[in-house]
């Protein structure tokens, strides 16, 4: 007995209707960025192992989908040398490529590569899948696109506010109610550096990036556990719990990090984020922020890829649980990585499928955004076939969305076939129809039909539309 075909755990096949979803995310956000002056560009599935590793820090670095080198990988090794020697060092030698993991390291690749032929500032999006060797779980898959939008080349903290603009009006257009927020990763060292443990950022960051997953006293405890000293966690306490308006916030987080310089930057970069914004919501009619949705100061906000250095988002849907479905920052030293130094870039990406999800379960997507055939000709024979195709095809000029069943079958089957495609118009032409040059039209919805010319039938659907 053959085995039954299956796909890989955190995978998914996409039939037309997904696809037509998905393929509304995708479009919905690719204007949104084209509004913005933002260019496509595209880059291979699989980098060189050499451009991925120590991009991500050590919990990245094992999440990286490692490619056999093709032939004789063995080649050269003992069974011995095979059996006794680490996994780590096995992947060293037999893997020299990797599956991406994200779009910004193979842009920061690509940026460099392609120097010469870019205009700076650099404005990009790209919409690709990537892959984690994570653990499936629900909205967390191991393959999943990702569609980021980057700028390099410009230092300007505009770049950030038009960023957060796109969020806005992205998730606007979509409907989905969502909360974005905003920290910087200088205050976060500001803030080691005045606990005394500046030397510990990445543990402090990556403790409490998790405080909204696992609670405080967790938090608590990893930083113990982690070498953080009781003295820093209790300082630390007061700076996790901090509440009130996104001002308040910063005016008591300054006060904390008057003796910090890093800090301070921190805190000066993210008050003219927040005023650029507030000072726009004057050319917005009846608005008191220029803004849909709620724009939060977020202190205890990380986000765990050690490549930020500057102001740092994540967006959180409202009214589904989920987890982050958009997240950025800036990263000011990422081309460096690559022999280009000095080369500041800030990036967004949305997480296409955990958008995907949001809108299933609020059941937001528009009808037309499903691309489905409108006008379905019912196939009576070779003459009434050789009747219809030319109105056909005027339909589809016309922009309906049409199809002529390919068989002349019984009459039930045809129909039964337009109802499981939920085609909501359906042309039949007899030998009376012909004879006057007209179509019987159908509405399958309301289960009306008129005789009508083949102009008439277009307009009637065209208006539809």
């Known amino acids: 007995m053959a085995q039954k075909p299956s796909i890989p755990k955190g995978t998914r096949d996409f039939g037309p209707v997904e696809m037509a ?34 991009k991500y820090g050590e919990e990245g670095d094992k999440l990286l989908f490692k490619i056999l080198n093709s032939g004789d990988f063995l080649h050269g090794m003992t069974a011995d040398e095979v059996a006794n020697t680490s996994t780590l060092k096995l992947a060293a030698k037999f893997c020299e490529k990797g599956l991406r993991y994200d779009l910004t390291v193979p842009f920061a690749r690509y940026v460099v590569q392609h120097r010469e032929e870019l205009q700076l500032p650099f404005k990009r999006y790209q919409i690709q899948p990537v892959w984690r060797a994570d653990r499936p779980q629900k909205g967390r898959y191991r393959e999943f696109y990702q569609c980021d939008a980057d ?54 960051t990556v403790a409490i990036d998790k405080l909204d997953k696992i609670g405080l006293e967790a938090v608590n405890d990893e930083l113990r556990a982690n ?71 977020d202190l205890t906000l990380a986000r765990g890829l050690n490549y930020y ?18 997240g950025g920052g800036r990263y000011d030293n990422l081309t460096g990585i690559f022999g280009m130094p000095g080369l500041s870039g800030v990036g967004i990406s949305f997480g296409a499928d955990r958008i995907y999800d949001v809108l299933n379960q609020l059941d937001l997507y ?36 049409t199809e002529i069943y390919p068989d002349s079958a019984k009459m039930k089957k045809q129909m039964s076939y337009a109802n499981a495609k939920q085609i909501p118009y359906v042309a039949l032409a007899g030998d009376n129809e012909i004879a006057e040059g007209k179509i019987t039209l159908k509405n399958m919805i309301t289960g009306e039909q008129q005789l009508v010319t083949p102009d008439q039938l277009i307009a009637a659907i065209a208006s539809e539309n």
């Open 21 to 54: 979803k998905r393929n509304y995310i995708f479009n919905t956000i690719k204007d949104v960025y084209a509004l913005y002056g933002f260019s496509q560009i595209e880059t291979p599935s699989m980098e060189n192992l050499s451009t991925l590793m120590g």
């Open 151 to 204: 700028v390099v080349g410009s230092d300007s903290l505009l770049n950030e506010v038009e960023l957060m603009q796109i969020v806005d009006t992205v998730f606007t257009k979509f409907g989905i109610r969502v909360q974005i927020k905003i920290n910087n990763r200088k205050i976060l060292s500001g803030i080691a550096e005045v606990i005394g443990e500046a030397d510990k950022i990445v543990d402090i």
């Open 227 to 297: 070498g953080i000293s009781e003295e820093a966690i209790e300082k630390l306490q007061p700076i996790i719990k901090l509440e009130g308006t996104n001002e308040e916030k910063l005016n008591v987080i300054a006060e904390v990090l008057a003796s910090s310089e890093i800090g301070m930057k921190g805190v000066e970069e993210c008050r003219y984020i927040l005023s650029a914004l507030d000072s726009m919501k004057a050319y917005v009619e009846n608005s008191t922020s220029v803004l849909k949705n709620e724009l939060q100061l």
């Open 309 to 326: 250095t500057g102001a740092i988002f994540e967006v959180k849907a409202l009214d589904v649980q989920i987890g982050s479905i958009t």
């Open 366 to 401: 528009p009808k037309d955004a499903m691309n489905a055939t409108q006008l379905l000709f019912i196939n009576f024979g070779e003459k009434e076939t050789a009747y219809c195709l030319p109105i056909a095809n005027k339909a589809r000029a016309n922009g309906i969305r």
